[in-house]
């Protein structure tokens, strides 16, 4: 079936840069999109989201951006912290009802000192 | 608030044992889903759950079965368990919502590690 995947599985960034998380989705009904992080031995945690009727949301120092034309997702984080290390994963979802979710492969950020 | 908690936490089976897993929300959600992540990977659907008394299969239900005989717990059972099936398991829920809300973020427990011999 049509699944979520990520450009990058790793992305380094110095603290105090700012971040960028790509994902390409290819499944062009879905509707309902999600980011997560998920730090060593967690389970994932509620970035933030975004309906497909919606081209851009923010939420304190993440902004997630969407490009329905080429089906691509982005997480950009703003002065990155050593705590924003982890993995982030996108994942998508029709509106209505339980969310079957499908998840992309993930992206390890790696914050440098 | 304990918010999703699974229970146990690692549990290493041999190859034909069962097991359940446990699942319990304290966030009174409609919805429960449980998932599997294989190193490297993200996150499938097995099963979830709409509500009490209702199940329905995910992405990759084989070898899996799950009961949700109260609202705020949801069972993960395998009835002999596979090499294949050594992963880390989270259970997830979230509210049903209604209309433009209809999509409410999934909360996830902190998983359970399990290895099959």
């Known amino acids: 079936g049509e699944s979520v995947g990520l450009h990058l599985p790793t992305l380094s960034v110095q603290e105090g840069d700012n971040s960028i998380i790509n994902c390409a989705y290819s499944n062009s009904a879905s509707d309902y999109f999600i980011w997560y992080k998920q730090e060593s031995g967690k389970g994932p945690q509620f970035i933030i989201d975004?309906?497909?009727?919606?081209d851009k949301r923010q939420g304190q120092r993440v902004t997630v951006l969407l490009n329905k034309t080429v089906k691509h997702l982005s997480l950009q984080i703003a002065a990155t912290q050593p705590g924003d290390s982890a993995v982030y994963f996108c994942a998508e979802t029709l509106l209505g009802g339980a969310q079957k979710l499908v998840f992309g492969q993930g992206t390890r950020l790696t914050i440098n000192p | 608030n304990a918010g999703v908690t699974q229970t146990p936490k690692f549990r290493v089976l041999k190859t034909g044992q069962s097991m359940t897993l446990l699942c319990a929300q304290d966030m009174n959600h409609e919805y429960m889903y449980w998932y599997r992540q294989d190193p490297g990977m993200g996150l499938r659907l097995i099963h979830y759950s709409v509500g009490e008394g209702t199940t329905a299969k995910g992405e990759v239900p084989d070898g899996y079965n799950v009961s949700r005989l109260k609202k705020q717990n949801f069972l993960l059972g395998l009835e002999s368990a596979a090499p294949s099936q050594t992963s880390v398991y989270f259970c997830a829920s979230s509210y049903a919502g209604q209309g433009y809300y209809s999509n409410q973020p999934q909360h996830f427990g902190d998983g359970t590690r399990l290895s099959i011999l």
């Open positions: 975004i309906r497909s009727n919606m």
